[in-house]
C-alpha cells in the first residue's frame, strides 16, 4: 500500500538559505501534519491542514511556512535558515472523517551548515 | 510532570526475551500511538489504540482507559527490533501529538 512520501531524503543547505520540503500524503487522506525533532529533543507539532486550509498551528517559526495544495501535497518552506533549523521533518497524513490513524513520512532530514 | 511518561527509558535485552514497554498519560486521550524510530529518525506507526488490544505479528499493543495506561509488548525479541519506541497521544481529537520522551531498545544476539 502506499504510504506518506516525502522529498527529499536529505538536504544541505547553508545558513540564510531558503529551503522546501514536500509531502505526499497517502491517496485520499484530506490532513497533513508537519512535525520537527531536532537533535535528541522530542518531535514538536508545527503546522497541519485538513483540505487545504491551514487547521492547527504549533510552534512553526514566522521564518516558515506551508501549504496544501489542490492534489493533496503540502510543501513546508523555510526561509532565512539558521543553525537551529537543523532537524528531522516528518510529515503525516490521516483520514480525519474516518478517524484513521496517522501515518508517518519517513522524514526529511535537514542540516543547515 | 510529563503528560505523556514512558518507562523504561532505556532498555537492553538477550535475543528471544519478552519485552515490555510502558507509557502512562495524565491527559484526555482520543487515541494513543506506539511509533517505532530507527536510527536516522525514520518513524513507522506500529498501533493506534483507543481501547482493549491489538496483535501485529510479534507485537502486542494494550491500553487501559480507565487507568490512562497503555504497554507494548514484543515477543521473541530479535536484535532487529533495536530501536526507539514511542509512545504519542491525541488529545481529544484536536489530532496534535503529546510525545513521549521514547524508551531506546536494544535487543543482543
Known amino acids: 500500500a502506499a504510504g506518506v512520501i516525502q522529498s527529499p531524503r536529505h538536504l544541505i543547505k547553508e545558513k540564510r538559505e531558503t529551503a522546501t520540503l514536500k509531502c505526499y500524503p497517502i491517496p485520499r487522506h484530506d490532513t497533513v501534519y508537519w512535525y520537527q525533532q531536532g537533535p535528541g529533543q522530542d518531535p514538536q507539532f508545527l503546522i497541519s491542514?485538513?483540505?487545504?486550509?491551514?487547521?492547527d498551528k504549533g510552534s512553526i517559526p514566522d521564518r516558515f511556512s506551508a501549504q496544501q495544495f489542490s492534489d493533496y501535497h503540502s510543501e513546508l518552506n523555510m526561509s532565512s535558515l539558521e543553525l537551529g533549523d537543523s532537524a528531522l521533518y516528518f510529515c503525516?497524513?490521516?483520514?480525519?472523517?474516518?478517524?484513521?490513524?496517522?501515518?508517518f513520512g519517513n522524514g526529511t532530514r535537514l542540516t543547515v551548515t | 510532570k510529563n503528560e505523556v511518561e514512558q518507562s523504561p527509558q532505556n532498555l537492553t535485552a538477550q535475543e528471544g526475551e519478552f519485552i515490555t514497554i510502558n507509557c502512562s498519560y495524565s491527559?484526555?486521550?482520543?487515541?494513543l500511538h506506539w511509533l517505532q524510530q530507527h536510527p536516522g529518525g525514520g518513524i513507522v506507526s506500529l498501533f493506534m489504540l483507543s481501547s482493549g488490544k491489538k496483535k501485529h505479528g510479534r507485537l502486542i499493543a494494550t491500553i487501559n482507559i480507565q487507568e490512562k495506561h497503555s504497554s507494548l509488548h514484543i515477543t521473541a525479541s530479535h536484535p532487529r527490533d533495536s530501536a526507539v519506541y514511542i509512545c504519542?497521544?491525541?488529545?481529544?481529537?484536536?489530532?496534535?501529538?503529546?510525545w513521549g520522551a521514547g524508551t531506546k531498545l536494544i535487543i543482543k544476539p
Open positions: 491527559v484526555g486521550i482520543s487515541a
Open positions: 491542514f485538513y483540505e487545504k486550509m491551514q487547521s
Open positions: 504519542a497521544v491525541e488529545v481529544d481529537s484536536n489530532y496534535q501529538l503529546i
Open positions: 503525516a497524513s490521516s483520514l480525519v472523517s474516518a478517524n484513521s490513524p496517522l501515518h
